[in-house]
């Protein structure tokens, strides 16, 4: 279903001229590896096929603000990946610094060898006290694998926080949903945000599509239409 939806939204994108209204023509097109991006007499048209929302939206000129490009990232995953990797470290201090087998009590049973039934109770106190040690010192490995496990989620998160940035296109909407459009490396060399900017602002000086030079597919070669 994806694909049949892309290649509608690609059949759709060689069509522009038929989502024109009466006496609207297209002014300057600007094709992303991601997206393209029309703008008309009267209204922007971007077409986004892979992201989560519409595949395609329009906004009417005077409704547009700004255009800029913007970095999209995750500051809640980055802030847990900075609280985790703390909890880790004062675990781990904790675990390596403090040694709770000392903490164990210890008890002299000397004076008890001359009284009768003393080996069982001195066995029974000896193993008290082994367990109590035994208990410490899986409390004190369990602090430490606190630690390391504080340390691997607080790797994770930032990771995470990492893969999450990424480089839009953000086109500011008056009264809507601004108009967020995925770019990548190569689209950033012909400026897409400084392209769009002038053409969209009133008394923009922007040629018709029809009278620029087309490349492949029928699209406007920005390089030639400068």
Known sequence: MAGRRTERIDEWRE???????DGEHVERR????CATVVVTTQRVL???????GPAFRHVDRPNVGTVSLE???????????????????????TATSVDFASFAPSVSLDGLAPLPGSDLVVGLVEAVLTAIETVLVALEW????VGVAAFVVALGLIAYYARSRARLLVVRVSGD?????????????????VTLEAAIRPGSDSTPA????LGEHGRVDLEESG
């Open 46 to 52: 971007a077409f986004v096929p892979t992201t989560a």
């Open 71 to 93: 970095t999209s990232q995750r500051l809640a995953a980055l802030c847990a990946g900075i609280v985790a990797a703390f909890a880790g470290v004062a675990t781990l201090e």
């Open 210 to 213: 029809c009278e620029e030079p």
């Open 15 to 21: 069509r522009v001229d038929e989502l024109c209204y």
């Open 30 to 33: 600007v094709d992303l590896e």
């Open 142 to 145: 369990s602090i430490l694998l």
């Open 177 to 193: 949903d601004d108009l967020e459009i995925p770019v990548t490396g190569s689209d950033l060399e012909s400026d897409p945000a």
